[in-house]
């Protein structure tokens, strides 16, 4: 069974029969499901009155446009949304109304398919082809959607590139409320080719708004041209990124990858090419940067110790065992452990990885008892001198266990 026949099968159960010829499945649902992609929402057009909506479970929520909007979560389908139409003669102003026209159809429960913009014809070709000439001025976001399209392989119709470099974007964009910005560039960071979201910002100059230290990141020095020859400061993170959006599909990795060296941005550009101390300065500015973004706590967290360790992170093969230990604590805290050694190995592209790290993030996460610590001489010593007890016990425990490695390793050897 595919995707639509299933989505349509559990629409039949839903919703009773009588209502079938007014319901009507659109945008996203479509489009995925043509493609042969599953569906994590439905999203539906419906001739239903309020109160019959709210009849079957549906809640109205706010929304800024004029048509109302319904909504219902179900355990299986995920999020159900509703738009709710007066009657099947506003069904095609509704898609006509829309953004592109592989999202610009609608497919009833009998399995008809509504296009009245061909968008089946660009679904075949990959195209984003703007529904209409105030596609954007409508919503000025579907320029960013336009650009999470194409990191997900989409290409723009020159026309529709055409409709968003004919003007200037930034009086319309300061009435969009950050959050949307940032969701959409979440999005993006999760697809096949996410460097391109902010490749195309700064090819068409549009989001300086949102993100000034984007475009900043071309004018300044990635640093010394022999560790860093692609030059500067954004082709360098565009690169991180790519390296680790091959090693992981994860929005938190590929985020801290492209801006882990934020710290770079405070630098004076008197002692360029040289970043002496963005690590540190990097810290702080992650905090208020993910703060104006309205980004989650995980990932204000996530990039503020990542832009911290990772110089450390290049130079773990020299560090001292205590300081390797408060990096792997740190990183449990910010939920960087697998992130971390990511991040480093694509910036420092050729270097050595972490060795062991694994090893010394189980230490840094074993209790008191795993550490073999009497309860009651822990309790003897003066609370603010427990930490560096602890840390020494650590310490301890690694060293016990590299020696065990050494050991056991020079035995094999002998072996042989």
Same mark, same amino acid.
């Given at each position: 069974?595919?995707?639509?026949? =299933? ?16 319901? *009507? ?26 109160? @019959? ?18 909504? +219902? ?5 995920? @999020? ?24 610009? #159809? ?17 679904? /075949? ?6 529904? &209409? ?8 976001? =579907?320029?960013?959607?336009? $650009? ?7 290409? #723009? ?22 959050? =949307? $910005? ?9 697809? +096949?080719?996410?460097?391109?979201? *902010? ?9 300086? +708004? ?53 710290? /770079? ?15 540190? &300065? ?6 208020? *940067? ?24 290049? /130079? ?25 050694? #990511? ?10 990885? #972490?060795? @062991? ?19 009651? +001489? ?21 060293? =016990?266990?590299?020696? &065990?490695? @050494?050991?056991? &390793? ?7």
């Amino acid at each position: 069974m595919t995707d639509m026949s =299933r989505i349509i099968t559990f629409l039949h159960t839903l919703f009773p029969h009588e209502l079938h010829d007014r319901i *009507f499945l659109v945008g996203g649902t479509v489009r995925d499901s043509l493609r042969g992609e599953e569906n994590h929402d439905i999203d539906l057009v419906a001739v239903l009155p309020h109160h @019959k909506l709210l009849a079957l479970g549906y809640r109205l929520v706010e929304t800024t446009s004029s048509a109302s909007i319904y909504f +219902k979560h179900h355990h299986a389908f995920g @999020k159900i949304e509703i738009t709710r139409i007066h009657n099947l003669a506003e069904l095609e102003d509704d898609l006509r109304r829309r953004d592109f026209t592989v999202n610009a #159809m609608a497919m009833g429960l009998d399995g008809v398919l509504i296009d009245p913009l061909c968008g089946k014809d660009d679904l /075949k070709a990959g195209l984003l082809r703007m529904c &209409s000439n105030h596609t954007f001025v409508g919503d000025p976001l =579907r320029i960013f959607r336009a $650009f999470r399209f194409e990191a997900d392989g989409w290409s #723009m119709t020159v026309e529709t590139l055409a409709l968003i470099q004919v003007q200037e974007w930034a009086h319309l964009l300061k009435a969009l409320p950050v959050e =949307r $910005f940032s969701n959409e560039m979440l999005k993006s960071l999760g697809k +096949k080719a996410p460097e391109l979201f *902010f490749q195309r910002m700064i090819e068409l100059n549009i989001g300086e +708004k949102f993100l000034p230290e984007l475009f900043r990141m071309p004018a300044i020095p990635a640093g010394p041209l022999e560790h860093h020859p692609e030059g500067d400061l954004f082709t360098h993170s565009v690169q991180v990124l790519q390296r680790v959006a091959q090693q992981t599909t994860d929005p938190l990795a590929r985020f801290c990858a492209f801006f882990h060296d934020i710290g /770079k941005l405070a630098t004076d550009p008197a002692r360029y090419p040289a970043h002496h101390g963005h690590d540190e &300065s990097g810290f702080d500015m992650a905090v208020d *940067f993910c703060e104006r973004l309205c980004l989650p706590t995980l990932y204000r967290k996530a990039l503020a110790w990542i832009s911290r360790l990772h110089g450390n992170a290049h /130079k773990w093969n020299e560090l001292r065992d205590s300081t390797k230990i408060n990096m792997a604590e740190h990183a449990l805290r910010a939920h960087i452990v697998d992130i971390l050694p #990511m991040v480093s190995l694509a910036d420092k592209w050729g270097g050595a990885p #972490m060795a @062991k790290w694994e090893a010394v993030v189980a230490i840094a996460r074993m209790n008191t008892h795993e550490l073999e610590i009497d309860r009651v +001489k822990l309790e003897c010593i003066q609370p603010e001198n427990r930490p560096s007890y602890l840390l020494q016990r650590r310490v301890e425990k690694l060293r =016990r266990s590299t020696h &065990s490695d @050494k050991t056991s &390793s020079a035995h094999d050897n002998h072996v042989r």
